[in-house]
């Protein structure tokens, strides 16, 4: 059965030969800084389980120590713009189809793996997206090494191209999964409840549902995930107020108080992976800004439906 | 009160724009220290929780690995973009007279919307969808009716291409029942003594998605408007 050891084995060799192909990139200035970071995302991928969770937290205080020195940025081997324009002439629609082949094999992956029992012995049931995709990448990088037969390296250099263009932002949303935890350890959910029971009037209904969703969006554009901002924000607000003060249905209250929490990911750069990372891998001029240009597109869409979600709460979670 | 100190740190971070990395293991580090403090404690005390609040870290690290595995479709996605995908995928939307950027957009963010309401949101993503095929198609578009296209107009139509992914999948996924998020509120429901079952949950995710595809239809639209204007402008003006 595949399970996410094996992925990580493959990711670590992978991160592992991308550091190898940055280190002798005399084209970027900082080929060490970039090679270093790479080389430690693979060591993590590859020894984690076996050099301690403090071994693990030094790993992670290289990488953010490499990142705030700054990463250069390789220029790996690739094809011209001309190069490209004739393939695409010669190959024609026939080149969507790898590109199709990674979702539908994700797709139909998962399907498997969770409704047959085959599909269960095969993929591990409980990661099966996760697997199901990197499997389809690997058939469309089958596909494509056995049809285009581009030059041996070429996945490797390719992938450095794209993976230097996101940068350290490759790591954040793993390292905010890890604030979490640490948050989490610490309470810092409860004193932020305490403080929300303590200094804001919530006497009304509206008050209260405007203070839950505005609360859940702005705990998430400071800790970039919605999921850090639910627990914190509903234990402060929805579950004892809402719920239990103004009798709101506790499905609806959460549901919507989720999909507020969705606005402010829309518009933090914290959310990395969302916000960030898109900007980086289409070479936004204004990428590094706190307000890049994919954050200023979504800010007026997420500003009004924060708006809807209060009024859909206020209108729909109270039987009255 | 003391452990909120973390939160100060990232909001300061985020004010002198230190790079998110260094804010978020400062505000550990920040936090795990401000939990140990008591008047009493010393250097050795503090160091020691220093040491304990890495360690914490480190293993949470560890266990979210697999958030980072998604990368390995970059390797996928660049050797076709050498073989000329986006280049394909711009000649494609050429022979389709009608086709306008805003059209192409919004296409792309109704698709992702239902198809994340059916639990699909692997279809869909910046790596694999919007920088090979979404952010080429909107922009060839432009290219075909408008010619070559102003540096400003062509990052607005990227960051535009980026939004319908975000937008389509934050408020379509929560319809299904089986997405993280609902998965998380009816465990955290569930610890506080309230049972409901994901469905419950899901349908009040419908009227905000119908509310968002209006809201983002209009301002589809309102690009149309802005494209229509400022690029037969420049057409004009270079003519």
């Known amino acids: 059965m595949i399970a996410l050891p094996h992925l990580y084995l493959l990711a670590g060799l992978v991160f592992g030969a991308f550091a190898l192909l940055s280190a002798i990139d005399g084209t970027n200035l900082r080929r060490y800084r970039t090679a270093a970071f790479w080389g430690l995302v693979a060591a993590s991928f590859l020894f984690g389980s076996l050099i301690g969770d403090l071994g693990n937290g030094l790993v992670a205080l290289g990488l953010v120590a490499l990142a705030a020195l700054g990463l250069g940025q390789g220029k790996a081997r690739t094809t011209t713009t001309d190069e490209r324009r004739a393939s695409a002439e010669r190959r024609g629609n026939l080149l969507f189809l790898p590109a199709l082949v990674i979702p539908a094999v994700a797709l139909l992956g998962t399907l498997a793996a969770q409704n047959t029992v085959q599909g269960a012995m095969f993929i591990d049931p409980k990661q099966a997206t996760l697997i199901s995709l990197i499997l389809g990448v690997l058939i469309a990088l089958a596909i494509i090494m056995i049809w285009l037969k581009p030059p041996v390296l070429a996945p490797l250099q390719e992938g450095r191209r794209l993976i230097d263009a996101v940068g350290w932002a490759v790591i954040l949303p793993q390292m905010l999964a890890s604030l979490g935890a640490v948050f989490l350890a610490a309470g810092v959910g409860d004193q932020v409840g305490k403080l929300f029971a303590d200094y804001i009037p919530l006497s009304t209904r509206f008050a209260a549902v405007a203070a839950y969703c505005i609360g859940m969006a702005l705990f998430t554009i400071l800790m970039g995930n919605a999921f850090a901002a639910f627990p914190v924000m509903t234990a402060a607000v929805g579950l004892p107020i809402l719920i239990h003060g103004f009798g709101g249905d506790p499905a609806a209250v959460c549901a919507i108080g989720m999909l507020a929490g969705f606005c402010g990911t829309l518009m933090t750069p914290m959310a990395a992976n969302f916000n960030v990372v898109p900007a980086n891998l289409l070479d936004l001029p204004d990428r590094k800004a706190a307000l890049n240009g994919v954050i200023r597109a979504q800010i007026p869409t997420a500003l009004p439906m924060l708006g809807v979600n209060i009024v859909l709460m206020y209108s729909l979670a109270f039987h009255v | ?239």
């Not at chain 2, 994340?116 to 922009?139: N, W």
Request: charge should be positive; hydrophobic fraction near 60%; charged fraction near 15%.
């Open chain 2, 1 to 239: 009160m003391l452990v909120l100190l973390g939160i100060a740190v990232v909001v300061f971070g985020f004010v002198v724009r230190a790079n998110p990395l260094l804010v978020v293991m400062a505000a550990a580090i920040t936090t795990g220290l401000a939990a140990a403090w008591t008047p009493q404690a010393d250097l050795a005390i503090m160091w020691l929780a220093g040491v304990d609040t890495l360690a914490r870290f480190g293993k949470a690290f560890n266990d979210n690995r697999f958030i980072s595995l998604v990368w390995m479709v970059l390797i996928a996605i660049g050797l076709l973009e050498r073989s000329g995908l986006q280049e394909r995928a711009r000649i494609v939307i050429a022979r389709i007279p009608a086709a306008t950027s805003a059209g192409v957009l919004w296409i792309y963010l109704v698709a992702r919307q239902v198809l994340s309401a059916l639990g699909l949101t692997s279809l869909g993503g910046h790596a694999q969808m919007v920088r090979p095929l979404v952010a080429p198609m909107a922009e060839g578009a432009a290219e075909t009716k408008y010619g070559p296209l102003p540096d400003r107009e062509r990052f607005l139509i990227r960051s535009h291409a980026a939004a319908v992914d975000n937008i389509g999948l934050f408020f379509g996924e929560d319809i299904f029942i089986a997405i993280g998020s609902i998965l998380l509120m009816v465990g955290y429901l569930e610890t506080n003594g309230i049972t409901i079952a994901p469905l419950q949950l899901s349908v009040w995710a419908i009227p905000t998605a119908i509310c968002a595809l209006a809201i983002h239809s209009l301002r589809l639209w309102l690009l149309d408007r802005h494209l229509r204007r400022s690029l037969s402008a420049t057409a004009v003006a270079v003519a």
